[in-house]
């Protein structure tokens, strides 16, 4: 089931469901594969500029039952080559760290909507070579910016369509 897709939309008895469905930026899209369960959905980040436009990248989200004490559990399942997401799927985004010390992790206060946005954001404003999980990605763009992004745009076709 896709976000708003008509009257089955799991949004009904989930307010915070709701607000992300309202909230969603437009290169996003969400999906429950099981409309039953609300604690697990999928993410596809479609960017519009930068070196990751025109892929199609899907993350897979996992609300634990202790929510909102600590943040969900985020895998990105589309092989990448990006500095912040391994070609395994794990993600560097500070709002998903149970404990920060720069104080910009995860928080009671924090919701899926502010999860969504900031995956969108590791495609465009967050997107971060000085603090990198994937150190050979980063390095890669360091040595050579062009060569980089012809890596980038080889992943995009081969596994992000």
């Given at each position: 089931m896709?976000?708003?897709?008509?009257?089955a939309?799991?949004v009904?008895?989930c307010p915070?469901?709701?607000?992300l469905?309202?909230?969603l930026?437009?290169?996003?899209?969400?999906?429950?594969?099981?409309?039953?369960?609300l604690?697990?959905?999928q993410l596809t980040?479609t960017?519009d500029?930068?070196y990751?436009q025109?892929?199609?990248?899907q993350?897979e989200?996992?609300v634990p039952?202790?929510?909102?004490?600590?943040?969900?559990?985020?895998k990105?399942?589309?092989r990448?080559?990006?500095?912040?997401i391994?070609e395994?799927?794990?993600?560097?985004?500070?709002l998903?760290?149970?404990?920060s010390?720069?104080?910009?992790g995860w928080a009671?206060t924090r919701?899926?909507?502010?999860?969504v946005w900031?995956l969108n954001?590791?495609f465009?404003?967050l997107?971060n070579?000085?603090?990198?999980l994937?150190?050979?990605?980063a390095?890669?763009h360091?040595r050579?910016k062009?060569d980089f992004?012809?890596k980038?745009?080889d992943y995009?076709?081969?596994?992000?369509?």
């Open positions: 896709v976000l708003g897709a008509g009257p939309s799991p009904s008895g915070e469901v709701a607000e469905e309202a909230n930026p437009c290169t996003c899209k969400v999906y429950f594969p099981d409309p039953n369960k604690h697990c959905f980040v960017p500029e930068g990751y025109g892929g199609k990248f993350f989200t996992e039952d202790a929510y909102n004490m600590v943040p969900p559990k985020v990105c399942l589309t990448i080559w990006h500095p912040n391994t395994t799927g794990e993600i560097c985004l500070s998903l760290r149970e404990h010390i720069d104080g910009t009671p919701t899926l909507k502010d999860v900031g954001s590791l465009t404003d997107l070579f000085d603090d990198p994937n150190i050979e990605a390095e890669h360091l050579d062009e992004r012809n980038v745009e995009i076709k081969r596994y992000a369509r």
